[in-house]
């Protein structure tokens, strides 16, 4: 039996931006742990995450500059999901998608010869670094190895983003009424939720949670494989995964999980359930010809199929989670 929604939450309000209740929701959550009886999520026999990726304000709020289309609807699903499952749902854990002005992948770290910043979604290739269409403003030999490291993996293209994230902003919380539900589990479950950050490296991408899209420039370690996060989502029994962006950062995380559980033991895999119906693509560039790296709703679309090939489960928020 799925339970009730609480009293403060307005479906209407989601994709809005405040100032989280958290006295309103503490109180509200300890009368319902009293009156249901709920238990400590210490004591759950399946232990179930909802692991949330990037579902931030800047991605998920509409006037945010790097709102992706869909995200009110994927949220609002699945902060219901949330309620409705909160006895079944063992932790939280969320990434946090953290940037500052001057990083590889913003406007402001390049220039072309009249000395103007890219526009957000254009694309910078190696070729372009090398004949000068674009000059980084600081490393430029690592600037051109990255560009190059980037198309020798068949990752992304590089891609200059709008401003977002940005540590300290708005942009850079937990979209609002994700962050009260938040709250009232953790109240409700006794169980702090847990947040991880990624993406402070200046000089490199950091679409999955669990890796850079490039470790190593000029002899130089600039990230590696979050092992220690990895461990903590496979002590679960069962990880739902929703968030933003289907063809980026929730697609990259999902790569990552999928490699290491193929080195560890690909029966793993099983413990991966991906919530479908919360989670959307960036919308393809205006560009003609299209690139097909750069059509991303169709590059989800692939990833998702390889997923479920691979043993994850592609479910619904409206499908039953099972103890």
Same mark, same amino acid.
């Given at each position: ?43 759950? +026999?399946?232990?179930?995450? *909802?692991?949330? $990726? !990037? @579902? =931030?304000?800047?991605?998920?709020? #509409? ?39 001057? +990083?590889?992948?913003?406007? *402001?770290?390049? $220039? !072309? @010869? =009249?000395?103007?910043?890219?526009? #957000? ?203």
């Amino acid at each position: 039996m799925q339970l009730p929604l609480p009293s403060f939450y307005e479906p209407s309000q989601v994709g809005q931006v405040w100032t989280e209740r958290a006295g309103l929701i503490a109180e509200e959550a300890s009368r319902f742990r009293h009156a249901t009886q709920l238990a400590p999520s210490a004591r759950d +026999q399946l232990r179930v995450a *909802a692991f949330g $990726i !990037d @579902a =931030q304000v800047g991605f998920c709020c #509409p006037g945010s500059s790097l709102f992706v289309p869909g995200a009110v609807e994927d949220t609002r699903r699945a902060v219901e999901w949330i309620y409705r499952n909160l006895d079944r749902i063992t932790g939280l854990h969320f990434s946090m998608d953290t940037h500052r002005v001057f +990083q590889v992948f913003h406007p *402001a770290w390049w $220039i !072309d @010869a =009249q000395g103007q910043h890219p526009a #957000p979604l254009t694309p910078i290739t190696a070729e372009d670094v090398r004949r000068g269409r674009w000059i980084p403003i600081a490393h430029p030999r690592a600037c051109l190895e990255y560009c190059e490291k980037l198309e020798q993996t068949g990752r992304y293209t590089l891609t200059i983003w709008p401003y977002h994230t940005l540590l300290g902003g708005v942009s850079h919380a937990l979209e609002p009424s994700l962050m009260e539900a938040a709250i009232f589990h953790s109240v409700a479950r006794q169980r702090q939720t847990s947040f991880e950050t990624k993406g402070t490296h200046a000089m490199t991408e950091n679409y999955s949670v669990l890796s850079p899209e490039v470790t190593e420039l000029g002899g130089q370690v600039v990230g590696g494989f979050n092992t220690a996060f990895f461990d903590l989502l496979m002590q679960y029994d069962r990880i739902y995964v929703f968030g933003q962006a289907k063809s980026h950062c929730v697609l990259s995380t999902l790569k990552d999980i999928q490699r290491h559980i193929a080195q560890q033991d690909p029966s793993l895999a099983e413990k991966v359930w991906i919530l479908e119906d919360a989670t959307s693509p960036v919308p393809a560039p205006p560009l003609n010809p299209l690139p097909p790296e750069l059509d991303f709703p169709a590059v989800a679309e692939a990833a998702f199929r390889d997923f479920q090939a691979a043993g994850m489960k592609l479910v619904k928020t409206t499908d039953p989670v099972i103890t």
